[in-house]
C-alpha cells in the first residue's frame, strides 16, 4: 500500500485545513487508518484514528472536538479536518494504514506511512 498525504500549509491561529491521504495499491478498506504528527526531535503523536467500516473513531483530548478524521473507501481515502487550529498543532503530520480491526494510537502497530505533510499554524 502507498499512501499519499497532502493537504497541509500555513494558516493563522483559528482556521482550518484538511488534510487528505490517498491509497494506492490495495483497498484501504482492510486497514485501520491513523493519523500522527511529529516535530524535530519529538516522538510521533497520534492526533486520530478510524476502523475500517469508519464506525468506530477515537482522539486523543488534545485535539478531540476540533479535528475529525472520515474515510471513503470507495476513494480510497481519508480525511483529517481539523478546526480551530492552534500553534501547537504545527507539526508534520502523516498518514498510516494499520491492518486488522483494532484501532490502536501506538505508530508501531501501523505498517504503511504516507511522506508527511507540514502543517504551520501561526499566531
Known amino acids: 500500500v502507498q499512501l499519499q498525504a497532502s493537504g497541509g500549509g500555513l494558516v493563522q491561529a483559528g482556521g482550518s485545513l484538511r488534510l487528505s491521504c490517498a491509497a494506492s495499491?490495495?483497498?484501504?478498506?482492510?486497514?485501520?487508518m491513523g493519523w500522527f504528527r511529529q516535530a524535530p526531535g519529538k516522538e510521533r503523536e497520534f492526533v486520530a484514528g478510524?476502523?475500517?467500516?469508519?464506525?468506530?473513531?477515537y482522539y486523543p483530548d488534545s485535539v478531540k472536538g476540533r479535528f475529525t478524521i472520515s474515510r471513503d473507501n470507495a476513494k480510497n481515502t481519508v480525511y483529517l479536518q481539523m478546526n480551530s487550529l492552534k500553534p501547537e498543532d504545527t507539526d508534520v503530520y502523516y498518514c498510516?494504514?494499520?491492518?486488522?480491526?483494532?484501532?490502536?494510537?501506538?505508530?508501531?502497530?501501523?505498517?504503511?506511512w504516507g511522506q508527511g505533510t507540514q502543517v504551520t499554524v501561526s499566531s
Open positions: 498510516a494504514a494499520k491492518p486488522g480491526a483494532i484501532l490502536t494510537t501506538t505508530p508501531e502497530s501501523y505498517v504503511y
Open positions: 495499491g490495495r483497498t484501504t478498506s482492510s486497514y485501520a
Open positions: 478510524i476502523t475500517r467500516s469508519g464506525g468506530t473513531t
